[in-house]
């Protein structure tokens, strides 16, 4: 029998991640309930499951009322991030697994009260943390816990949002400020403290960072730049966030997320309209944002670990690349295009099995004649776009989550190790803004 879910909220994530997996995989899991206030999301999504329109919501408080004649096992809270708390703890007081999109909180209150209850009914709680779940991932992961490049020493990620994507999101979406949503160090790069946090094994010792809104600032708009890109802009032809070029004419093909999000009629005529109107056809530097768009975060870890995350929305590709060095082996990895290089600076160093590598390439180099190995590491070719969101981390989180429901297992993490990731962007944050170190302890 497939596991019943109610989704609460039906945007980009609770639609075309996590409730679209739902609609592919009908022998596993069914939509029982759609609860969003937009009615165009939530009935799209409802039609899409045959979800019949009693059981569609305005609001997430009658559906879990209705949980027991829902016959529900289990939520997906993918509301905006301020609205995670409450449906999650209420979910797991009704005895439902829950599945709660990242950031589960935007403020420390709220994360520890979450931690609190959980803790206190035994809840079954699982975090949109997608990262753990790539086949990339996985496979740093696979190599480090191995000791393969022995004992780990740093770790660097870099975080590179993409030019358009910041704007998208961080300067005219959402994400854009931080009293209505969450800081950018916890909004984006909390799967990216997650996975160190994963690859160390504990949380940090102590967190220092540093960042500011350099470029997307009123004072920075060219001259005669009006409030809306469709109000006449000089500089339309040679502005890199010109919006109808991005959802108009590049995006003109695409009718799911980013361009859902303009409105229901993904036509021309209707991306216009909406451009007209709504946040996304706003001057980049009109747009009431003030969270950060670009930030450095340095934690040690206990043994002298070391981690930096660097993150930055000037940057022409939209992904994650990776190096972790160890006192036998060096790793250096890209996300976008699944690449993995190994430095093994001993000539008989062996690689343990990687279900996830394909086309290993080995070769000698330098003068000690350490071995360098080249890998792919991702979903398998031939695999459509809708099964690769966040590198196949979508698909692996549902797996995992309906799994779990069934008997199969459990997801990766524990919610106290998802939590720190939070706990460690809150200090991150905090350290930013008061220019000191924080240690554990104070978080």
């Known amino acids: 029998m497939p596991v019943r879910l109610g989704v609460l909220g039906a945007g980009s994530r609770g639609r075309d991640s996590y409730g679209r997996w739902i609609v592919r995989h009908p022998e596993r899991a069914q939509i029982a309930a759609v609860a969003d206030p937009i009615p165009d999301r939530r009935d799209g999504l409802a039609a899409a499951a045959g979800v019949p329109d009693e059981r569609r919501y305005h609001d997430w408080k009658p559906l879990l009322a209705d949980a027991q004649h829902l016959d529900l096992d289990g939520v997906i809270v993918a509301l905006p991030d301020r609205d995670h708390v409450a449906p999650t703890l209420e979910a797991a007081r009704r005895g439902l697994a829950v599945l709660v999109e990242k950031p589960v909180s935007s403020t420390p209150a709220e994360l520890e009260q979450l931690a609190d209850g959980g803790s206190r009914l035994n809840a079954r709680i699982s975090v949109g943390h997608v990262m753990r779940y790539q086949p990339f991932w996985q496979t740093l992961h696979q190599l480090v816990a191995s000791g393969t490049i022995g004992r780990l020493v740093t770790m660097r990620i870099e975080e590179n949002i993409g030019f358009w994507h910041f704007a998208h999101s961080y300067v005219r979406g959402n994400w854009r400020n931080s009293s209505t949503s969450s800081p950018m160090v916890l909004a984006k790069t909390c799967h990216d403290l997650d996975a160190i946090r994963w690859f160390a094994g504990s949380p940090p010792v102590s967190v220092s960072s540093v960042g500011e809104l350099t470029y997307f600032r009123p004072e920075n708009a060219p001259p005669g730049a009006p409030e809306r890109c469709l109000d006449g802009c000089p500089h339309a032809d040679d502005c890199p966030f010109y919006a109808p070029r991005y959802y108009v004419d590049a995006l003109r093909d695409v009718h799911g997320s980013p361009v859902a999000l303009l409105g229901a ?174 240690l554990w302890g104070e978080v």
């Open 265 to 438: 009629d993904t036509s021309p005529e209707g991306r216009l309209r909406a451009l007209e109107h709504g946040p996304y056809g706003r001057c980049v530097f009109a747009g009431g944002n003030n969270v950060v768009d670009h930030q450095q975060t340095v934690m040690s870890f206990p043994g002298g670990l070391t981690a930096t995350l660097s993150t930055s929305a000037f940057t022409g590709q939209n992904t994650r690349t990776v190096r972790l060095t160890g006192s036998s082996g060096e790793i250096a990895g890209h996300v976008r295009s699944g690449s993995v290089e190994i430095d093994l600076f001993s000539p008989t160093a062996v690689l343990p099995e990687l279900p996830h590598a394909r086309d290993v390439v080995r070769r000698r180099r330098g003068p000690m004649r350490h071995q360098t190995i080249e890998l792919l590491a991702g979903p398998a070719e031939g695999e459509t776009k809708d099964h690769r969101g966040h590198s196949g981390g979508d698909d692996g989180l549902m797996d995992a989550f309906v799994s779990s429901l069934t008997g199969g297992g459990a997801p990766s993490t524990s919610l106290e190790a998802s939590l720190d990731s939070h706990r460690m962007a809150f200090a991150a944050e905090r350290s930013r803004l008061e220019g000191r170190t924080v």
